[in-house]
């Protein structure tokens, strides 16, 4: 990374925002899809305001929600480029993320699957009911701060519902969360979307000119991939990649030798 240059990466999802509580909000042509597509690129640009003020010099969005394509790209502050689609590459929702980057945010995200802390709750797909870590449950969340620790890359902030916000803040102590909601049952109960967008913008500006040092996160040496499917079929297609291995009727397991060689597997073994 040039010593003159700080290169933010945001990677923006949309069930984590402030007020999205039905499927129907998520998806394009669907009842208040547009206020929550409107909702998550106010809630991008907090982010970005934030780190510009903090010193942020060139800023890179991943729409990584659906499509890839939902923010909206005239909201954005000038100094953000935006990625829209999907590249198919390993990286998935930190598509184009490298070491020059100083630091990542992860705005808009959600609590994992069987987690209880979201009725959006998922991992990545609604095929998988249960996605670990080394045994560990996680949401996309710890997937993605793992991927951007492999290239040396803290995660300094983090916003969405609380229980994402409590995954983020146990397995990187010196983040900022900013939770808008929390779940309860079928329900959410939100901040004000104006107040959301105010503390977004605050602890972006704060985490990006403090927390960068204070952020690391210890990558596992060897990575144990388990996938749960809803159904045994997928189980059973997904057993076939090289190097997994069926442990129950829903169940594979796939060993790794870091979150890359996992990410570049879960692509195949998810699709």
Request: net charge negative.
């Amino acid at each position: 990374m040039e010593e003159d240059s700080l290169k933010l990466y945001i990677s923006a999802d949309i069930e984590g925002v402030t007020g999205v509580t039905f499927w129907d909000e998520t998806f394009r042509g669907k009842p208040g899809y547009e206020a929550a597509r409107q909702q998550m690129t106010a809630e991008v640009s907090a982010a970005c305001e934030g780190a510009l003020a903090a010193g942020a010099t060139e800023i890179l969005i991943q729409d990584a929600h659906d499509d890839a394509d939902n923010l909206i790209a005239g909201l954005l502050p000038k100094e953000a480029q935006l990625i829209r689609g999907w590249s198919g590459g390993p990286m998935s929702m930190m598509q184009e993320l490298d070491e020059s980057f100083a630091a990542a945010m992860m705005i808009g995200y959600h609590g994992r699957a069987q987690g209880g802390a979201s009725p959006l709750e998922h991992t990545y797909t609604g095929r998988a009911t249960r996605i670990r870590i080394n045994g560990e449950s996680v949401a996309e969340f710890t997937i993605n701060a793992y991927a951007a620790a492999h290239l040396g890359v803290p995660c300094v902030l983090v916003t969405g519902d609380a229980g994402v916000c409590a995954e983020a803040e146990t397995l990187i102590p010196g983040i900022a969360a900013v939770p808008v909601k929390r779940g309860i049952g079928a329900s959410t109960i939100s901040i004000h979307p104006k107040v959301a967008i105010e503390r977004i913008r605050d602890a972006a500006k704060m985490s990006f000119a403090e927390q960068r040092e204070n952020c690391s996160l210890c990558v596992p040496d060897r990575v144990v991939l388990e996938i749960s499917f809803r159904h045994h079929a997928p189980a059973y297609r997904a057993s076939f990649y090289p190097g997994a291995e069926l442990i129950d009727a829903v169940t594979i397991r796939f060993a790794a030798d870091d979150i890359y060689e996992a990410l570049r597997a879960f692509g195949f073994l998810l699709g």
